[in-house]
């Protein structure tokens, strides 16, 4: 009866539709945003923003430097320690379990100091952001999922512009991503990482989502003087 009950269960689990709870401005605790260009896997640049809820609805920023341009301009001697290790050695690496291990211990020292240099980070104040901004992005983040077809159909599209929905090839590979979280622990994660103009699809609890309203919403709220993607969401948008 026990093994009956099991499958019972799994069944279940494994068919059902799981609705989740709806995040409002009443129940959000958190909005966190990475705006974030990586340029022919040379430079990566990003801001991480957060949209903090007190008295007031307020934008956030932490402009971090990224891992490898910390190690080269404020750790470079550790950094070039071990690439010459790794130059000098490159044939013996995989034969020498005691170079292995310092090369590894390497690595986990240049990571923890990077790690301190984060916590070393002072959030700075953007704004304050106008709540309607905050309700028409949880409300397009929601909404009933919008495919392809449906996209293309209902939007009339700049022509000047470079649509690719999807990764293609070229130097510039954007991402955006947004991670909103309730006072209940409930959480949504949106992210768009296409190469074309308004970085379509929205991939969000593994679906792609091509509702154009999310973008719209984004925008609005990303300050102009402060994103590497915040114009390519909405290049030929009306």
């Not at 923890?112 to 002072?122: K, R």
Request: with cysteine; glycine share 4%; hydrophobic share 40%.
């Amino acid at each position: 009866m026990k093994s009956n009950n099991i499958w019972v269960l799994l069944s279940f689990l494994f068919s059902t539709s799981f609705s989740f709870a709806q995040i409002t401005l009443h129940n959000v605790s958190s909005i966190s945003i990475l705006d974030k260009v990586n340029i022919n896997y040379e430079s990566v640049k990003y801001y991480g923003f957060e949209i903090r809820f007190e008295e007031k609805i307020e934008l956030w920023v932490k402009n971090k430097i990224p891992q490898k341009a910390f190690q080269e301009q404020y750790n470079a001697a550790k950094f070039d320690s071990l690439l010459a290790l790794i130059k000098d050695h490159n044939k013996d690496v995989f034969g020498n379990d005691s170079l292995r291990k310092n090369i590894r211990s390497m690595r986990i020292a240049l990571y923890h100091d990077y790690e301190h240099y984060l916590d070393t980070i002072a959030w700075g104040f953007v704004q304050t952001l106008d709540s309607n901004k905050v309700i028409n992005l949880l409300a397009a983040l929601q909404a009933p999922f919008v495919e392809k077809d449906t996209f293309l159909a209902q939007n009339a599209l700049d022509p000047s512009f470079d649509y690719i929905f999807g990764r293609v090839w070229t130097s510039y590979y954007p991402m955006v991503g947004m991670t909103v979280i309730s006072t209940e622990g409930d959480t949504l994660i949106a992210y768009c990482n296409s190469q074309g103009d308004l970085t379509l699809p929205w991939t969000i609890r593994g679906i792609e989502n091509f509702n154009p309203n999310i973008n719209r919403a984004l925008h609005a709220i990303l300050p102009e003087e402060m994103s590497y993607n915040r114009d390519r969401l909405v290049n030929g948008l009306e």
